[in-house]
């Protein structure tokens, strides 16, 4: 039994099978059962007598298993063909009279479609069937260990997002409260007595009694001998994008895309559905007519 080894060599990297003829792949209407994969392998076996019947060769490809999912590599230079998740392979069958053939079925996740792969190995289907059957398994295991860890640091991230929001929210009233503060002051400084009037004039300060921010110059905020307007204000446009540190604000969709992509949830949510429908391993027949004997 080479159970332990198989499985000790998947939770370390992946197990490899180089040059498996691929028959190619099909829809189907149903994510399990073997009539329908033996359908979609009779299928694309007629499809490829006639391609062999007008000269073409079954393409051969390498099949790389992990707990990550079941990759279909050009053998020669390794270019992937199709990269099918775990989750969302939900059957898997092989051929229990000729050892060659091999199928499953994957979601789509791009068109959620259900596709069903067929392969022509050298006497391995069964060994290949189980391999992804326990990588499959070990998936799950990883998945129920650090999913919950997963979602617990999405909350505490949307809830720091959320913080972070509300301060800035917060920080733009501020300014924007400034800013009305600032343009009555340069009013008031701007209708002030004539130069020889007697009356004290009292410094420039806010509702604190502190001397207002300003982002200008103390020259350019200082209104003209002969009472014209100073210049307009700059735009806070850019600064409001920053926070009161003059930081950009944080966001961390943006800064770890790969780790924390915006759909998180929806995207555990996909893979703890796939893997609660399971994955069902069968053997069947799927070689019933005498043509089919060979691919």
Do not use: W
Request: hydrophobic share 30%; charged share 30%; glycine share 6%.
């Amino acid at each position: 039994d080479n159970s332990p080894s198989l499985s000790t060599a998947l939770a370390r990297q992946k197990v490899e099978h180089p040059y498996i003829k691929f028959l190619g792949s099909t829809e189907v209407e149903q994510p399990k059962g073997t009539e329908v994969v033996r359908d979609a392998v009779r299928k694309l076996k007629f499809a490829r007598h006639i391609k062999k019947s007008e000269g073409q060769k079954t393409p051969k490809v390498e099949l790389q298993i992990s707990i990550y999912g079941v990759k279909i590599l050009d053998p020669k230079t390794k270019e992937v063909q199709h990269n099918c998740q775990l989750h969302r392979i939900s059957f898997c069958a092989d051929d229990k009279t000729d050892k060659r053939i091999f199928t499953f079925i994957c979601k789509d996740s791009e068109s959620n479609k259900h596709l069903c792969y067929v392969f022509d190995s050298e006497k391995c289907a069964e060994e290949i069937t189980l391999t992804i059957g326990q990588a499959f398994d070990l998936a799950y295991r990883k998945f129920l260990e650090s999913g919950g860890k997963d979602v617990e640091t999405r909350k505490q991230i949307a809830g720091l997002q959320k913080r972070i929001q509300e301060l800035e929210t917060e920080n733009t009233e501020l300014k924007n409260k400034v800013q009305d503060l600032e343009n009555q002051l340069r009013i008031t400084q701007v209708h002030a007595p004539p130069a020889g009037c007697v009356t004290p004039k009292s410094p420039s300060t806010d509702i604190f009694d502190m001397v207002p921010f300003s982002p200008i110059s103390p020259q350019s905020s200082t209104p003209t001998r002969n009472g014209t307007q100073p210049p307009p204000v700059p735009s806070r446009s850019a600064e409001i994008k920053r926070d009161l540190f003059g930081a950009e604000p944080f966001d961390p969709f943006s800064c770890g895309a790969g780790d924390f992509p915006p759909d998180i949830q929806s995207k555990l949510d996909e893979m703890q559905e796939g893997f609660k429908m399971g994955l069902t391993l069968e053997g069947t027949v799927f070689c019933l007519d005498p043509l089919d004997s060979r691919c």
